[in-house]
């Protein structure tokens, strides 16, 4: 039999809401010589592009282009990458093109290398609680069958111990181990771990890395010259060969969430991935999802629960300050008591976390004689003061301006700065502390290039006494030495406009305290807040989240919120805020057509996003809510399909199945 002499290739053009594949001939002397996933060059409109061969076909009955030339420069596409990336497609409603980049490596000019194991520290001897969750876990390593685990331990319960004892097994199977993290500065901190134990066998994948070191990294995962690999997200579609063992740890930050096509959560991928290698998924967190906790309770995923801090210290004793009746005792923000604690705490040789969350100076700027305040022209937010850049800047959009010497509405020279960011908080600290040593971790820092590890680096040796940063500041890191953690605004995200905002600020709270008291010396928390009583302040003092659990879940289900249904945020957004207005409309039209297909489907809005307009963009959205996650992705594609046909081209749209910020 011939071989076909179509060959249909993906490129990166074409309709995004539809397909981005296109038919080619197959010239003579590639006839028979390609295979699913190769790259070829082709030409496209007036010039050559680059895609891959997705499939083939007997006959095209319109006229069609020859492919030029296999692409050397570029490694193919195995078949199990292009059913996976198919699979994203299908449920998250992605652009193909979009899905298949997450997966397309760099052709690298790699020597094999001969691996050198350096010299390793052993791992430190388990408790009890940890050798009976490691010993289940281990159990399932051995069976090759996909399992999930959940392992809720408290604060300094030693999660890493139980990873780290986990991938000692996986290895001596022979198999690799992924260890996922939520940002890249965790990634350093939890790979020096890593690589104590087991040297040169262990990989770092992040996007802080050069293009020539990424390469490099891959390079190592490509030629089995690694049997660990440590990143945020983009880890998860590394080359593994033979995965036995996927650690997601810090399970519940929502930085897991891809904002970007394809909108992945990358537990969803985890889980999928863990499912197609036959892997163990191990899900770890002090302050796990609601969604997570919620499936062990129900018996749908293993708990495994750690009680006891390791070497049976004690939990931080915290205290709540209600800031109403702190008024002109002392420099704002500070409280007497986080003030006289700092100062303390210092002199006794210790160290301190003060956690904000909000960078910059000050977020709002204004007129104190006619109100003026100073917003983005393009976003629907205040501009944030960058004193040390002496810039107005714009954290939605980048938008910067020079502030300027007097108010533009009635030249008023006296503008005054509202609110605290991580700079304002340092300046004020450095004035009535002079004995402090401070440095700074947030997103300024962390985007230069070897920023985070510089400051944790430094913290982690002593050379300063006070480490001020926003939520980055929270996750897993270990400084035996930190005795105070300062919480300067613990109702922050408290009221913001998402069903999430009571979980966010319990996990925040929870974990940034358990940075404190992980060493010989006795932790403390001040938490500083205006609503003392709320609910999830009184849950994060007592770092109890069984009883946050019960209220949170309850409320939930009354609400019908995940993990009762899933959901998915239609977001529409266009420069014409009267055009966006009425495209929403139409679709909430179109939407309700589904609805007789689908009797369980709660449709929300339109209304405009809290946010109601980034980058010169308006935006309204539709929040649909399904009980199961199967009729949001095909709603999801129906949608897709109509607005490529009857959408105004002027609104874009974005379908973001299993959201996580609704702003």
């Not at 060969?241 to 537990?267: A, V």
């Not at 928390?525 to 003092?541: C, G, N, S």
Request: hydrophobic share 35%.
């Amino acid at each position: 039999m011939s071989p076909p002499p179509f060959a249909d290739v993906l490129l990166p053009f074409g309709d995004t809401y539809l397909d981005q594949t296109f038919t080619y001939l197959i010239p003579p002397p590639l006839l028979g010589k390609l295979s699913l996933g190769d790259p070829v060059l082709v030409p496209f409109r007036k010039a050559t592009a680059s895609g891959y061969v997705v499939g083939f076909l007997e006959h095209f009955d319109r006229p069609s282009r020859a492919i030029l030339a296999i692409n050397t420069k570029t490694s193919p596409i195995s078949s199990e990458v292009l059913a996976f990336s198919t699979w994203l497609v299908s449920r998250y409603v992605s652009p193909p093109w979009d899905a298949l980049r997450s997966f397309i490596f760099p052709a690298n000019g790699h020597e094999r290398k001969q691996n050198l194991i350096l010299p390793q520290k052993q791992a430190n001897s388990l408790t009890k609680e940890q050798e009976e969750a490691s010993t289940e876990i281990k159990r399932a390593l051995l069976v090759e069958k996909s399992q999930t685990f959940l392992l809720h331990g408290i604060t300094s319960s030693g999660k890493t111990e139980v990873y780290l004892d986990c991938t000692k097994a996986a290895v001596k199977q022979g198999k690799e181990v992924l260890i996922l993290v939520p940002e890249i500065p965790l990634s350093f901190h939890l790979a020096k771990r890593f690589q104590e134990v087991f040297g040169d066998q262990v990989a770092i994948l992040h996007s802080a890395l050069t293009d020539k070191e990424r390469r490099e990294q891959q390079a190592r995962i490509q030629h089995e010259e690694v049997s660990i690999v440590i990143g945020p997200r983009m880890s998860l579609f590394a080359p593994f060969h033979n995965l036995g063992l996927i650690i997601m740890d810090e399970e519940h930050d929502p930085s897991y969430k891809q904002e970007s096509h394809p909108r992945y959560h990358s537990f969803v991928v985890a889980e999928k991935l863990a499912e197609r290698q036959k892997a163990v998924l191990l899900l770890g967190s002090a302050t796990p999802s609601l969604e997570s906790y919620y499936r062990g309770r129900e018996g749908n995923i293993k708990l495994l629960e750690l009680k006891t801090r390791f070497e049976s210290r004690s939990l931080p004793h915290v205290t709540i300050v209600d800031m109403k009746e702190e008024k002109g005792k002392t420099p704002r923000p500070f409280s007497f008591t986080l003030l006289e604690a700092i100062q303390e705490t210092i002199k006794k040789g210790q160290q301190v976390i003060l956690f904000i969350n909000r960078r910059g100076f000050s977020p709002l700027v204004l007129c104190s004689d006619c109100g003026y305040t100073f917003h983005c022209p393009d976003c629907s937010i205040s501009l944030t003061l960058h004193l040390s850049k002496n810039i107005l800047w714009c954290h939605y959009c980048d938008f910067r301006k020079t502030p300027p010497e007097v108010c533009p509405d009635c030249q008023s020279q006296h503008l005054t700065y509202r609110g605290f960011g991580t700079q304002r908080l340092e300046e004020t600290l450095t004035k009535n502390v002079p004995e402090a040593r401070v440095l700074r971790l947030d997103r300024d820092v962390a985007s230069k290039r070897g920023g985070s590890k510089a400051v944790l680096e430094a913290f982690s040796k002593g050379e300063a006494n006070i480490l001020i940063g926003t939520q980055m500041v929270t996750k897993g890191f270990h400084f035996p030495n930190v005795s105070l953690v300062g919480i300067i605004h613990a109702d922050h995200l408290l009221h913001f406009p998402d069903f999430r905002s009571g979980e966010r600020t319990f996990q925040l709270l929870t974990q940034v305290s358990g940075r404190a008291g992980r060493g010989e010396v006795e932790g403390r928390v001040i938490l500083q807040t205006y609503d003392p009583e709320h609910p999830a302040i009184q849950a994060a003092a007592s770092q109890d989240y069984k009883a946050f659990y019960e209220v949170e879940i309850e409320a939930r289900r009354k609400a019908l919120y995940p993990p009762f249904v899933s959901l998915t945020n239609l977001v529409l957004t266009g420069q014409e805020e009267e055009a966006v207005e009425k495209q929403a409309g139409a679709l909430r039209e179109f939407i309700e057509k589904c609805r007789s297909t689908s009797e369980d489907l709660v449709v929300l809005g339109p209304s405009p996003c809290p946010i109601e307009k980034i980058s010169k963009n308006f935006r309204w959205h539709l929040l649909l809510k399904a009980k199961t996650v199967e009729e949001l992705m095909r709603l999801g594609k129906e949608t897709q399909t109509w607005y490529a046909k009857e959408g105004n081209r002027k609104v874009r749209l974005t379908i973001d199945i299993d959201p996580v910020r609704l702003l």
